[in-house]
């Protein structure tokens, strides 16, 4: 069979094309956002990217059109799709049929860490000998990609509860009817289809309903929102995880930067996790994954150790470079406390050490505005801040910007803010590189200023 997939950069499509190329289909697709990693991983595959939604780059010998969610009514490749009357469905979709069928599905939910959470998940069962498939969205340094069909029954499966497409507008993870589902934490996000956090419970409760009697709940006990959630019904036996010595799975941190805690089920201690990570979001996170594996049937004691090797993912406060004595980042953190948590875990790493971000309020939710006002405390360890405030930004940056606790600018365009970085750092700062999409090449168009500059 040979699938078009319409929006097939982003994080999500880039998997399914992976996992429909590992089944023998051919695969080629197009986007209006061609980067990487993703771009690099697709092409390292042999599959073709078209730029741009044109309906002349679905070849006619297509037999199935995957369309993104970021794609709507309107758009020319869909107006075509419809028009032709192609044979199309959706991402979340295609997994849920081609894929996971026969599997025991394990998700991760959650507005925060479910990338992390899924790699590591995927990490613990590959060491645990499970050979697990994974759909992760961002490419797993451990496996150097994002997706695989795997060998074993496990397939681990990031459950976004963005919606599906534009013509299913339920939140994709109510397709994949996992035995074994991680609810990480939920805030409000997404405002571009989300008028309020409860809406967002709603969808999390209807995963909550696919999750059968047999199976397991690994919940975040420190979040109310997820108990609301659970209090509307729950028909499966929860777990719960956190830093409180009288959840099920709890954490004991013996370092304040969280890169050495003690893992304890049920108040006896399993092992020490001394790993790269930092942050008590990644101690969560790390938490809930063995506390899923552990479901899954696996020695959790025993796999603790390999999370020493463990590499983490791309973006994820990722270390693109260094020059100058000037340690550069780049993280994909997009709503506020993700991105105070993880400058909170570098804060903890680096002590006194300068702290520049480099900021694109890029997502929809960003970009709309809803998050404005928590921009400021969450740049609360930055001593400086550049801001990409785009012309077409909807709301006024300066806001922000007078309201930190450290030096602020808005520039209009990457080449500026790459230019008022350069005029501002020093040797010993770390550089943190924040959005969710491209930045045009910032980080690296960074790097090679200071190089140039030395």
Request: aromatic fraction near 8%; glycine fraction near 10%; include cysteine.
């Amino acid at each position: 069979m040979k699938l078009h997939i319409l929006g097939i950069a982003g994080t999500f499509m880039g998997g399914v094309a992976a996992l429909a190329r590992e089944l023998g289909h051919a695969v080629e697709g197009s986007d209006a956002n061609i980067y990487p990693p993703m771009s690099t991983q697709l092409e390292r595959l042999g599959i073709a990217l078209k730029p741009g939604y044109r309906p002349e780059h679905i070849g006619a010998d297509c037999d199935q059109v995957v369309i993104g969610n970021a794609l709507s009514r309107g758009n020319p490749a869909v107006e075509h799709v419809l028009d032709a009357g192609l044979r199309y469905t959706s991402g979340a979709q295609w997994l849920a049929e081609q894929v996971l069928p026969g599997r025991t599905t394990l998700a991760v939910a959650g507005t925060h860490g479910k990338t992390t959470t899924t790699s590591l998940l995927a990490f613990l069962l590959d060491r645990a000998g499970a050979e697990p498939g994974f759909l992760i969205g961002g490419v797993a340094e451990d496996f150097g990609v994002s997706a695989r069909l795997g060998r074993g029954a496990a397939f681990v499966v990031e459950a976004d509860e963005y919606d599906t497409a534009f013509f299913d507008k339920r939140s994709k993870f109510v397709h994949y009817r996992p035995r074994i589902a991680i609810l990480n934490n939920l805030e409000y996000d997404h405002a571009d289809i989300f008028p309020d956090v409860a809406a967002i419970q709603r969808q999390f409760h209807h995963l909550v309903r696919t999750v059968p009697g047999s199976g397991r709940l690994i919940v975040n006990g420190h979040d109310e929102r997820l108990a609301e959630v659970l209090a509307m019904g729950c028909w499966t036996p929860v777990e719960r995880f956190g830093f409180e010595p009288g959840f099920e799975w709890s954490a004991r941190k013996l370092q304040d930067d969280g890169s050495r805690f003690a893992v304890l089920h049920g108040g006896r201690e399993l092992g020490v996790v001394d790993w790269p990570l930092l942050g008590d979001h990644n101690v969560l996170n790390g938490l809930a994954a063995l506390a899923a594996c552990a479901a899954a049937g696996r020695d959790v004691a025993a796999v603790i150790p390999a999370l020493a090797a463990f590499r983490g993912v791309k973006r994820r406060l990722e270390v693109v470079g260094r020059q100058a004595g000037i340690t550069v980042y780049d993280d994909f953190a997009h709503h506020p406390t993700a991105i105070a948590t993880t400058l909170a875990g570098l804060r903890a790493r680096v002590g006194a050490a300068r702290i520049v971000v480099a900021m694109e309020p890029r997502s929809n939710s960003m970009r709309l505005g809803a998050h404005a006002a928590a921009l400021a405390p969450a740049l609360e360890q930055a001593d400086a801040v550049v801001f990409l405030a785009r012309p077409e930004l909807p709301w006024e940056a300066g806001k922000v910007i007078a309201s930190l606790r450290g030096e602020g600018v808005a520039v209009p365009d990457a080449e500026a803010l790459v230019a008022a970085l350069v005029a501002r750092v020093r040797a010993g700062d770390h550089v943190v590189f924040m959005s969710n999409g491209g930045f045009d090449g910032a980080p690296r168009r960074f790097l090679q200023a200071l190089q140039a500059s030395a």
